[in-house]
């Protein structure tokens, strides 16, 4: 029991970062680890031995972050505009953080949260196609639809952005 | 050479690691025969390096301590309730809301009812009684247009230009002033082709910035919807999300050139 809730302490910066990446404002994101952290306490016992910590939590993150998306469809803040930083709402998560961070950032959130979770997942956490497969529960086909929908996705936005930008420099 | 065709496909699973080793040499051949795929390979591995880069820090943050408390099976204390938007947006929000309803002595903000849900909430109810009218719908006509624009960017105290949003296929019907929690708002209705209507909806409110879209649960029209430097627009119809945000995204482009915003 002591190993397992060491082997936990030791993902929560990764589950922070996962968090953070897929619903960018630090509080709320930090709210979903906690949420991952009571449920995985109360599953310890579901836990295989042999199972990855990190593909375990990352699955219970994951089903919370559905039911969360499901919730918030109603009153969706699943922004998906991604204006320039003028207009962008000014959350910063770290004071550190740089102007193309927080674009990058930015445009992610407009990215739909499948095609978000399906990028993150390996493109960021280094999961392979199967263990994403695996924690988001999808085919592998429809997990590298995602990936590539998402890639497409999220350089289309920043390429809107930058053309924004450009504009704005001319007309000034 | 028993190179087989590559795809786009195969880009995504090069830079995922995911392709077969024995095939690297061959689908490196073939980006160097493709610029353009190459191109694109590369834009989308930049990107990746970028959202690392902006996310590299997150792991060195010192942890919140209630996280070990949690693990260790200590119970924490009710945090606070999750906000669905920004937290910091929304205190904002929340601060000005209550100090202007004091100070004009209006309790029209409720609890919980902060000024982007209530401007929201305003432009779909606007959107559903209006543009469900066939010849009321309006009060001033596009072919008025001037006027009409005068008449609004006075009444409401907003620099009101008329987007044009003829490339998203809409057309302006005409506008019409109303009510918002006991200011004036501007409401302009445009159409497409297949009588589709959306409006959009400005008023001089919102001191906060804030975006975001409020659905209704049911199916019913959604309102993408901003609030910035005390201008605030929604724009509201029930056309599919993406051909929503696509206008929405040019309405306040214009929107705010025009009024001088950004």
Known sequence: ?172 | MTARDYTERDIHMSLDGELPAEEAADFQAWLAANPEMKARSSRFEADRAGLRRALAGVLDEPLPERFARIVSGERVPARRAVLWRSAAAAAAIFAVGALGGYLAGVGDLGLGASADDRIAEQAIAAHTVYSAEQRHAVEVGADDRDHLLGWLSKRTGVTLIAPDLAAEGFELVGGRLLPSGGKPAAMLLYEDAGKNRISVYVTGDGEAKARGTYADADGGPSAIYWLDEGYACAVVGTLPKERLADVARSAWRQLAAGAGIG
């Open chain 1, 1 to 172: 029991m002591k190993d397992r809730k060491a082997a936990i302490l030791a993902e929560i910066p990764r589950l922070r970062r996962y968090a953070r990446a897929l619903l960018h404002d630090a509080d709320a994101a930090d709210d979903l680890v906690q949420d991952c952290l009571e449920r995985a306490l109360l599953r310890l016992d579901n836990w295989q031995t042999g199972e990855s910590p990190r593909r375990w939590l990352f699955t219970i993150m994951h089903h919370l972050f559905v039911d969360q998306m499901r919730k918030s469809r109603r009153r969706s803040e699943v922004v998906m505009l991604t204006l320039d930083d003028s207009e962008a709402l000014s959350s910063p998560a770290t004071q550190t953080e740089t102007i193309a961070s927080r674009e990058i950032v930015d445009a992610l959130q407009a990215v739909s949260p499948d095609r978000r979770a399906a990028l993150l997942m390996v493109g960021i956490e280094g999961f392979s196609y199967a263990e994403a497969a695996n924690i988001l529960g999808i085919p592998a086909g429809t997990l590298m639809s995602r990936i590539a929908r998402g890639r497409e996705e999220l350089r289309g936005l920043l390429d809107d952005a930058s053309r924004r930008r450009m504009i704005r420099v001319v007309e000034r």
